[in-house]
């Protein structure tokens, strides 16, 4: 840029770019609105939030792949998996609110029952083995 009349900016600058696309129109999009949440800051407030412990996993030789919710809209679906060839032992560790567990198969059926000792449940996979491990939450009755 030439100097013009002093409006040179002369200091190192950052530029964030975000690309997206729209089926609608420009005018009927959310762009303006995606845009301001993009160019906003964070707020930062003093104080300290206690969160609800969350899941788990713990286990040397397994990963959890996914996390997905039931196909039938009944509860959580985890997707495990071992990675190293050698087997092992899991742990999972479950958040507050689950009474049942089961192993099941991809398809979400097949299920066989798992113990759930103090929201923790222990599972042995054999080498490479994927599985899937339902997990259902008691129902919260309308206030």
Same mark, same amino acid.
């Given at each position: ?13 950052? +530029? ?28 930062? @407030?003093?104080? +300290?939030?206690?969160? $609800? ?10 990963? @959890?792949?996914?996390?997905? &919710? ?7 679906? @985890? ?6 060839? &050698?087997?092992?032992?899991? &742990? ?6 689950? =009474? &049942?567990?089961?192993?099941?198969? @991809? ?22 083995? =994927? ?10 009755? $309308?206030?």
């Amino acid at each position: 840029m030439t100097d013009y009349d002093g409006m040179r900016d002369e200091d190192y600058h950052d +530029f964030d770019y975000a690309l997206t696309s729209y089926v609608t129109p420009f005018a009927t999009s959310d762009v303006v609105t995606e845009a301001e949440t993009f160019n906003a800051g964070l707020t930062v @407030l003093p104080g +300290f939030v206690a969160l $609800p412990a969350g899941l788990r996993v713990s286990g040397a030789n397994v990963r @959890l792949g996914a996390l997905k &919710q039931a196909e039938d809209g009944a509860g959580l679906v @985890l997707r495990l998996w071992e990675y190293r060839g &050698q087997g092992g032992t899991v &742990q999972l560790h479950a958040p507050s609110g689950v =009474i &049942q567990a089961e192993q099941c198969n @991809l398809l979400e059926r097949e299920g066989r029952e798992l113990t759930l000792r103090d929201n923790t449940i222990s599972l042995s996979l054999r080498p490479w083995e =994927i599985t899937s491990v339902r997990l259902h939450f008691e129902r919260k009755r $309308p206030a």
